[in-house]
Structure formats: structure tokens, C-alpha cells
């Protein structure tokens, strides 16, 4: 048991140890996969920059405080286009840690960002 904890334990970071608060991104593209899991579920999206796609991989909170949040497993189907604000990796790699998810209706998601500045409403 003291394994499988210890595991678990390293497995979760705090916000400022992988991204950077001063890097904020506003980004649109295509989802391209949703896996709910934890301690953090995750949204690929295909973001288009001066021609060139790029899959960026989206941090958002446990599975069960996206749901608390409202939303449903359903809610992202490969090829939603949605807007992601969130803060870059530090490490500089296509990963984001997201605050809200905007839906090209207007509906907006928050997403259990660990980052303690983030919107909640």
C-alpha cells in the first residue's frame, strides 16, 4: 500500500512546479481526444499556427470535480472546436494547464485548474 501511495504522490505536481503563470495562452483548435482520469484528466487538441498543426495536451482537474463542474464525458467528441485559456509548461512544450474551455456557442467550462489564480465561475 505504501507503494502504490508513494506512486501517487509523485505522480501529482503543483502548478507552479510545470507551468508558468506568466505565460498565459488563449488557444482554438479541434479536440482530438478527452481521457478522464486522475488526479488530472486531459484534452488533446490540433492547433493551427502559420500553417502548422500542432497537438497541444490540456491539464484540467480530476474527472470527478469536471463533473461537480458540469461536465459530462459526452461533452467532447473528436472534432469539438473549442477555446482553451490556460498558462504554458514551463519546459516550453505544447502543454497547458486550462482554466476554461469556451464552446463556439458561448458555453464556457471551468476547469479545476490547480493554479490558485484561476477562474472558478
Known amino acids: 500500500m505504501a507503494t502504490l501511495l508513494a506512486g ?3 505522480a501529482h505536481h503543483s502548478f507552479t512546479a510545470e507551468f508558468d503563470q506568466k505565460k498565459p495562452l488563449k488557444l482554438t483548435g479541434k479536440v482530438t481526444e478527452m481521457k478522464f482520469s ?3 484528466s486531459w484534452i488533446y487538441i490540433d492547433v493551427e499556427t502559420d500553417g502548422k498543426i500542432v ?4 491539464e484540467t482537474g480530476a474527472a470527478n470535480a469536471l463533473i461537480r463542474r458540469g ?3 459526452t ?3 473528436a472534432g469539438t472546436v473549442l477555446v482553451v485559456d ?3 509548461a514551463r519546459n516550453g512544450t505544447a502543454t497547458l ?3 476554461t474551455v469556451t464552446f463556439t456557442d458561448g458555453r464556457r467550462l471551468f476547469a479545476g485548474s490547480s493554479n490558485e489564480s484561476a477562474a472558478t465561475k
Do not use: E
Open 55 to 58: 497537438n497541444w495536451a490540456c
Open 75 to 77: 461533452d467532447l467528441p
Open 71 to 73: 461536465w459530462k464525458r
Open 97 to 99: 494547464n486550462v482554466s
Open 38 to 40: 486522475n488526479p488530472h
Open 86 to 88: 490556460g498558462w504554458q
Open 8 to 10: 501517487t504522490l509523485l
